[in-house]
């Protein structure tokens, strides 16, 4: 296992999602590496939207080509504004300039990690997170972010968050890694397979989707639900109170 010292920096985490636009712009299988993304797309929308008494204003935060907010945007049938945060311009550049098309609220860009970028506080209703804070690092890391999110949400807000995600014991944590390298070998063959667990080992610090939901808890939100598991991925999300 990789140490946490010797893990991907941001600038070449960066560089390699700058270089992969095009697989992060299709809306109807999101990224095929994720188990079950499509539907995960659709249960967070849809609980965004179940959970979320009025959406005006959403933070989607490493936002990619922007998949989940023009999801979020057709289920919802109106407008709102959009914060899109992502390390990557030219993942910013395609996911603004394919919101636009459905999406006539107001649009800002954040070029920025999102630990240190200066989002407004108590501005949001709906944060939506697909797949990124897995690059997340240690336990202070995690519970700072998490933090962040419940500081940004206004109250009533919710957070949705689909992802990859470990396990609490070994064994399963083993089983569910040995399930999902099966499907990467099905979707792409074995050099494929191994290209990913290369790219999650260098880049990636998942944590177990039980440890995020007590986390929701610790930092104050007060309420939690777990949408969907399958391996190596989990959607699930919270509302502030």
Request: negative net charge; proline residues 3%; aromatic residues 8%.
């Given at each position: 296992m990789?140490?946490?010292?010797?893990?991907s920096?941001?600038?070449?985490?960066?560089?390699?999602?700058?270089n992969d636009v095009?697989?992060f712009?299709?809306?109807?299988?999101?990224?095929?590496?994720?188990?079950?993304?499509?539907?995960?797309?659709?249960?967070?929308?849809?609980?965004?939207?179940?959970?979320?008494?009025?959406?005006?204003?959403?933070?989607?935060?490493?936002?990619?080509?922007?998949?989940?907010?023009?999801?979020?945007?057709?289920?919802?049938?109106?407008?709102f504004?959009?914060?899109?945060?992502?390390?990557?311009?030219?993942?910013?550049?395609?996911?603004?300039?394919?919101?636009?098309?459905?999406?006539?609220?107001?649009?800002r860009?954040?070029?920025?990690?999102?630990?240190?970028?200066?989002?407004?506080?108590?501005?949001?209703?709906?944060?939506?997170?697909?797949?990124?804070?897995?690059?997340?690092?240690?336990?202070?890391?995690?519970?700072?972010?998490?933090?962040?999110?419940?500081?940004?949400?206004?109250?009533?807000?919710s957070?949705?968050?689909?992802?990859?995600?470990?396990?609490e014991?070994?064994?399963?944590?083993?089983?569910?890694w040995?399930?999902?390298?099966?499907y990467?070998?099905?979707?792409g063959?074995?050099?494929?397979?191994?290209?990913v667990?290369?790219?999650?080992?260098?880049?990636?610090?998942p944590?177990?989707?039980?440890?995020?939901?007590d986390?929701?808890?610790?930092?104050?939100?007060?309420?939690?639900?777990?949408?969907?598991?399958?391996?190596?991925f989990?959607a699930?999300g919270?509302i502030?109170?």
């Amino acid at each position: 296992m990789t140490n946490q010292n010797d893990k991907s920096t941001i600038d070449e985490i960066r560089e390699r999602f700058d270089n992969d636009v095009e697989r992060f712009s299709v809306l109807e299988t999101g990224q095929s590496a994720t188990i079950d993304a499509p539907l995960a797309m659709d249960l967070i929308t849809q609980a965004a939207i179940a959970a979320t008494p009025a959406i005006t204003r959403v933070l989607d935060i490493g936002c990619g080509a922007g998949n989940n907010t023009i999801k979020l945007r057709r289920a919802l049938g109106t407008d709102f504004d959009a914060d899109l945060l992502d390390l990557s311009a030219p993942m910013l550049t395609r996911a603004e300039q394919r919101l636009r098309a459905d999406n006539h609220g107001e649009i800002r860009l954040w070029h920025d990690d999102f630990r240190t970028a200066d989002l407004p506080e108590n501005s949001y209703d709906v944060i939506l997170a697909a797949a990124v804070l897995h690059h997340l690092r240690d336990d202070a890391d995690w519970t700072s972010a998490f933090k962040k999110i419940h500081r940004l949400l206004r109250p009533g807000g919710s957070v949705w968050i689909t992802d990859l995600v470990s396990h609490e014991i070994a064994d399963v944590h083993r089983l569910m890694w040995s399930r999902y390298g099966e499907y990467l070998s099905e979707l792409g063959g074995n050099e494929y397979r191994e290209k990913v667990f290369e790219y999650i080992e260098k880049e990636d610090s998942p944590r177990p989707v039980t440890y995020q939901l007590d986390l929701f808890h610790e930092v104050g939100f007060a309420s939690v639900e777990l949408l969907h598991k399958n391996s190596c991925f989990a959607a699930f999300g919270a509302i502030k109170s």
